[in-house]
């Protein structure tokens, strides 16, 4: 199982690429609404999501956490309860955490990037308190998965599935959408 976090603000592109990706391959995903069922992106774009807040749980089938940027949805993410109790989760249980664009901020100001290879959108690098800042567009170092913007949502969805399902996987998705 796969939690993708939707919070007021979120950046569609980075938020419902990695969705795809990673349902695509098979992987079960449930996008999770912070503060209601309808959440809108940063473009207006509004996401009815499977679940809300109060309606997950956390155990060992949970594989991995995603976080998507945009503004304020990276705001909004990070100062909500549930999405701070599966990062907790995550950590203490070495599932995957996966933030992109402005997102990885959030994993930084926990300290939870210190010595690790991390990358987010520019001008966001500094809360990236500890990382040793990348020049890749999609990392993954350990645990942790990061990327740099929506320009790279695809290729940090099918980072997420490698992650999980193996290199393979991620390599027939790639081929079977005509992505480089």
Do not use: W
């Not at 959440?39 to 956390?58: L, N, P, Q, Y």
């Not at 690790?116 to 170092?141: M, N, Q, W």
């Not at 913007?149 to 695809?154: D, H, I, N, R, S």
């Not at 099918?158 to 290199?167: H, K, N, P, Q, T």
């Amino acid at each position: 199982m796969v939690y993708c976090f939707l919070a007021e603000g979120f950046e569609e592109v980075e938020a419902l690429a990695a969705v795809d990706m990673i349902r695509r391959a098979g992987i079960e995903l449930k996008t999770v609404g912070v503060g209601g069922k309808l959440i809108s992106g940063a473009h207006g774009i509004r996401v009815e999501c499977d679940k809300v807040c109060d309606d997950i749980f956390f155990d060992n089938t949970l594989e991995a956490v995603v976080l998507p940027g945009g503004m304020p949805g990276t705001l909004n993410l990070e100062k909500d309860n549930t999405v701070q109790r599966a990062i907790d989760f995550a950590v203490s249980n070495g599932k995957l955490l996966c933030a992109i664009c402005a997102a990885p901020s959030i994993l930084g100001h926990r300290g939870l990037l210190d010595g690790k290879e991390a990358i987010a959108y520019p001008g966001f690098e500094k809360d990236l308190e500890g990382a040793v800042i990348s020049d890749k567009y999609v990392v993954r170092d350990s645990n942790i998965i990061t990327a740099k913007g929506a320009g790279v949502a695809v290729d940090f969805g099918l980072e997420i599935v490698s992650a999980i399902s193996g290199a393979d996987k991620a390599d027939e998705i790639r081929k079977a959408i005509q992505c480089k």
